[in-house]
């Protein structure tokens, strides 16, 4: 399967998709395009370099749209209750660092120029059937959780699978094969 490593916390944002919807991250922004369709394995990166290392992923954490997502992410429900995380340290600690988190299906890749007016990006229905619906909004907090600047390519994610428990591998640069199995 072919799989690409973000660092934390964008690999956590997209596996969150499954559950929360409304919550997780739908577009992936990279600096290049891709002609790849299908399934892809989200990996989320042991480093945290990219983010300025542990302390840029605390300061990133505290900063909005990502506390209040995170927070509701790593919530618990006990009982009648749901505890919240009280800081950035305690989400850092339960985030997966080092290992696959989920399974999306890339539908389109288009450059970030492509935007509407009103805010979508337009992507197949199914990739079966080819036809065109607009489904991925460019919200404040979807902006928040990419790079939307010119000359970078926004890729469409559908059929977002969070992994019930991330699997251990090593990342690599661009796109990678894994050749385990990943329990879906």
């Not at 991250?25 to 300025?52: D, F, M």
């Not at 199914?126 to 619906?133: A, F, P, R």
């Not at 928040?144 to 991330?166: C, K, N, Q, T, V």
């Amino acid at each position: 399967m072919k799989v690409i490593t973000l660092t934390a916390p964008y690999g956590s944002l997209i596996a969150l998709a499954q559950y929360r919807p409304d919550l997780g991250k739908h577009i992936e922004t990279r600096g290049w395009g891709t002609s790849y369709r299908g399934p892809l394995a989200i990996h989320q990166a042991l480093g945290l370099r990219p983010v300025g290392g542990k302390r840029g992923l605390l300061d990133l954490i505290e900063q909005e749209p990502f506390w209040s997502v995170l927070r509701e992410a790593f919530a618990v429900q006990v009982g009648d209750e749901r505890h919240y995380p009280g800081d950035a340290e305690t989400i850092a600690s339960e985030m997966p660092l080092g290992a696959i988190v989920a399974v999306v299906d890339v539908v389109a890749v288009c450059p970030t120029t492509a935007l509407s007016d009103d805010g979508f990006f337009s992507g197949p229905r199914s990739i079966e059937e080819g036809s065109m619906v607009r489904l991925w909004k460019l919200t404040d907090q979807e902006r928040a959780f990419g790079d939307y600047s010119a000359g970078r390519y926004a890729w469409l994610l559908a059929d977002i699978r969070a992994l019930p428990e991330p699997v251990a591998a090593k990342g690599a640069l661009r796109l990678w094969n894994y050749d385990g199995e990943l329990p879906l």
